[in-house]
């Protein structure tokens, strides 16, 4: 089992910058790719980011590429989340997610996630 707390969200005007974190507990968060996906109200859960766990490969939706940035520490077992030139459209509640057995930007195949922290993109 791994439990999953997301924090850093916030408001933030149209053009800034936050950075979400994931905390992890478990033993074997280092042993599993870690995603991150937002919803908007409204609208279905979509993949933003993604790092493996093994090489540290990532992966990015086609909105996110260029102002997003993934990354991971396995010793402190965490996951972050670097967003920059930030957009109303960015505007959702982002969860963490673990343990993926099957497409990594498909929210079913994951199998756990943090309670989802809050991001308001301002115009």
């Known amino acids: 089992q791994v439990q999953l707390v997301e924090s850093g969200g916030g408001r933030v005007q149209t053009g800034g910058s936050l950075r979400l974190s994931c905390a992890a507990s478990?033993?074997?968060?280092?042993?599993?790719?870690v995603a991150w996906f937002r919803q908007a109200p409204g609208k279905a859960r979509e993949f933003v980011a993604m790092?493996?766990?093994?090489?540290?490969?990532?992966r990015y939706a086609e909105s996110a590429k260029d102002r997003f940035t993934v990354a991971r520490n396995n010793a402190e077992n965490t996951a972050s989340l670097q967003m920059s030139s930030l957009k109303p459209d960015d505007t959702a509640v982002y969860y963490c997610?673990?343990?993926?057995?099957?497409?990594?930007?498909?929210?079913?195949?994951?199998?756990?996630w943090g309670q989802g922290t809050q991001v308001t993109v301002s115009s």
């Open positions: 790092i493996n766990w093994n090489d540290f490969g990532t």
């Open positions: 997610a673990a343990y993926s057995t099957g497409r990594y930007d498909t929210p079913e195949v994951w199998h756990y």
């Open positions: 478990g033993k074997r968060f280092s042993d599993y790719s």
